[in-house]
């Protein structure tokens, strides 16, 4: 089902031929594109984009906050992305008329009338979110449980190599162990902040309750 919020841009805004919500990593989750294009692709760039932005940030030594518009304007489309919330990004597709040229000014005066309508559903947008890092909390407990299952694998191989039980290289073996517990500390840490992110969302959902 195409997110509400897309439906009344399109109404509000005829010269929006299309849309695309998306996450932070890429993650497309509403869009008026069709299968007939690679969606993940797109997603994927609209996120360099912003990764991109970042850097560019970085190498001048600007301070980067929180980015508010991006705005492209070619002879036959003009692109602007906007942050929607902490993790979530809308880009909206503006494709010339033939006897209506599309000015970057133009443009400008449509972002107030956007956002407006994309903050009616703010909230919907944080329970996406919390869906979201739940699910990505999810996937970090499940790699840290194989990682874990692995660990206790290899640390019974090396045992029943120094017992004599089984041929095996404990070097190499003891290697494969180090290696993985670091792993699993980045994966914690990785989960913990998740974790944080998560209970900020929820906080934000209380706070409009």
Do not use: W
């Not at 974790?195 to 309750?209: A, P």
């Amino acid at each position: 089902m195409v997110f509400k919020n897309i439906l009344r841009i399109k109404a509000a805004l005829p010269e929006v031929k299309h849309v695309a919500m998306f996450y932070n990593n890429g993650t497309i989750f509403q869009t008026t594109f069709e299968q007939d294009i690679n969606i993940p692709k797109l997603g994927e760039n609209l996120a360099e984009i912003l990764n991109h932005t970042r850097k560019l940030y970085e190498i001048v030594n600007y301070p980067f906050e929180a980015y508010k518009k991006i705005i492209f304007e070619t002879n036959d489309m003009s692109i602007i992305i906007l942050k929607l919330g902490e993790e979530s990004n809308i880009a909206l597709f503006f494709k010339k008329e033939e006897e209506k040229e599309l000015k970057l000014t133009a443009i400008k005066r449509y972002i107030t009338k956007i956002e407006d309508l994309v903050d009616m559903d703010e909230g919907e947008l944080i329970v996406k979110e919390i869906i979201a890092k739940e699910e990505e909390i999810k996937n970090l407990r499940d790699i840290l449980q194989e990682k874990a299952n692995k660990i206790e694998k290899l640390k019974n191989e090396i045992n029943d190599i120094t017992k004599g039980i089984i041929e095996g290289d404990e070097k190499r073996i003891t290697k494969e162990l180090s290696e993985l517990n670091l792993e699993c500390i980045n994966l914690n840490r990785e989960l913990e902040k998740k974790q944080i992110e998560l209970e900020q969302e929820r906080q934000k959902i209380e706070k409009k309750e």
